[in-house]
């Protein structure tokens, strides 16, 4: 009997234990339960068969691999398992895979018996809540291979599934080096992300996947599986998430402390990363970590509402007004991550940029043009101060600030988001001044004026 491991099945964890099975076996055909076998036992050789309460639990108690009358003998419990494993392979079961829906020759499975699962009803195996499933040989098999092409992340395991397949041959290849060099250290068998957060797992599976120029669309899943509060967090990102990052996060800027001139989008991550994390209980100072040994790549252990925001696809568009950022890199995150149109970003650029026929000094520019913006409260206002600030530019040219149809088309164009057009604005306004935040604060101390 030819087992076959060369197609994606739709199940998530049987896709991810097949891609792992494949890299681990370093093939994706068998012709016979026996060639296959061998990999099996080889498998089985790094699992621990023994019960445990914490991350790197792989089996549950009430697993027949770890519950059993020889617990205190772990070369029995290993051919015990090895036998147990060889009757699924051995039945020949009518009816349809519940997970590839491939018809007869199936494996008549307990759930429990599976690595990473519990009790009977576990919502991170299958919608299916009977106490025993119908399996083909392939499916059944691949998810005694799914732990060891996970990552520990935080409370849970961690694993990625893409539309591209360069990408998830790419992740499995990473896990099981991992994997592989966990073996022969004696140490837990699960590759350890060493990051606690999974939004900030996610940054950095993409900033890798960014410097080997791989993009696609990627579900990245969290799962647990303890027996109480057993639960999920699934996240997608886009491909466009992962090109933003090739345009402005360079590979060359982790090596050395951020600066603004060098990376700003870099600067921005180490900016908004809190400055203290716990580490086993024990409080780690940003400053030893990050200052003293110029390691940016610690700062994704950092709780960051950047990134946070950015992973959850969630517009970030008022961390780059609050800290004045470029108008270069809001262009690139308007048009590549919210879609604007060029003609848009143009005519709102222009308007800023027109402005500057005052040549008034930075203080004054601020007061007059930029603060009015600032303390907008509603769209109705927003649109009076546009009409104001035609007014005046009116009053130093014959030129228009902006004509009828650019403030209704691309100004505040119908379905969009005035406040979005607000700050959009205010970037481009900040552009053409040289103040520093502290002095914008000050400026504005008992200041309750709008021009």
């Not at 030819?2 to 012709?31: Q, T």
């Not at 080889?42 to 068969?49: A, D, H, I, R």
């Not at 399996?135 to 092409?149: E, V």
């Not at 009053?395 to 700050?423: C, H, N, Q, R």
Request: charged share 30%; glycine share 4%.
């Amino acid at each position: 009997m030819v087992l076959d491991f060369s197609k994606s099945v739709g199940d998530p964890m049987v896709e991810i234990g097949r891609l792992g099975l494949v890299e681990f076996c370093k093939k994706d055909k068998f012709e016979s339960i026996e060639e296959l076998k061998q990999f099996v036992e080889k498998l089985f050789t790094s699992y621990v068969f023994k019960t445990a309460r914490t991350l790197n639990q792989i089996f549950s108690d009430n697993s027949k691999f770890t519950h059993n009358s020889s617990k205190n003998d772990l070369n029995k419990r290993y051919k015990n398992a090895i036998d147990y494993f060889e009757s699924f392979l051995n039945q020949n079961n009518n009816g349809y895979c519940i997970s590839c829906g491939t018809k007869d020759n199936l494996s008549n499975v307990e759930k429990m018996v599976f690595p990473l699962t519990t009790g009977d009803k576990n919502v991170n195996f299958t919608s299916n809540f009977s106490s025993n499933i119908l399996m083909c040989k392939a499916c059944m098999t691949s998810l005694f291979f799914a732990p060891i092409n996970m990552k520990k992340v935080d409370w849970g395991k961690a694993f990625a599934i893409s539309n591209n397949q360069e990408i998830n041959i790419y992740w499995s290849e990473n896990n099981i080096k991992m994997y592989q060099s966990n073996i022969v250290k004696n140490i837990d068998i699960l590759p350890d992300s060493k990051i606690n957060i999974f939004e900030n797992f996610i940054y950095s599976t993409i900033e890798e996947l960014q410097e080997e120029e791989l993009f696609g669309d990627i579900t990245f899943y969290l799962i647990s599986n303890v027996d109480r509060n057993t639960k999920i967090e699934l996240v997608h990102i886009y491909e466009k998430q992962i090109r933003f990052i090739y345009q402005v996060a360079p590979k060359f800027f982790k090596n050395e402390l951020p600066t603004k001139q060098k990376d700003e989008w870099n600067y921005l991550i180490f900016k908004h990363a809190y400055k203290e994390r716990k580490e086993n209980g024990k409080k780690v100072k940003f400053e030893n970590e990050i200052i003293d040994d110029k390691s940016y790549e610690s700062t994704i252990k950092y709780f960051n509402p950047l990134i946070i925001s950015f992973i959850q696809g969630k517009s970030i568009l008022g961390f780059f007004k609050r800290n004045q950022s470029s108008w270069n890199l809001t262009k690139i995150y308007l048009k590549e991550i919210k879609g604007m149109r060029e003609e848009r970003l143009n005519v709102i650029k222009k308007v800023a940029d027109n402005l500057q026929l005052f040549n008034e000094d930075d203080k004054t520019f601020y007061k007059k043009f930029v603060r009015p913006i600032e303390m907008t409260k509603s769209q109705t206002e927003f649109r009076e101060n546009l009409r104001i600030l035609m007014r005046k530019f009116l009053s130093k040219s014959d030129e228009l600030l902006f004509t009828a149809d650019e403030m209704v088309l691309y100004i505040l164009p119908s379905g969009e988001s005035w406040y979005e057009t607000k700050d959009i604005l205010l970037i481009a306004l900040y552009e053409k001044m040289n103040l520093k935040e502290e002095t914008i604060e000050n400026l504005n101390e008992g200041d309750d004026e709008n021009e």
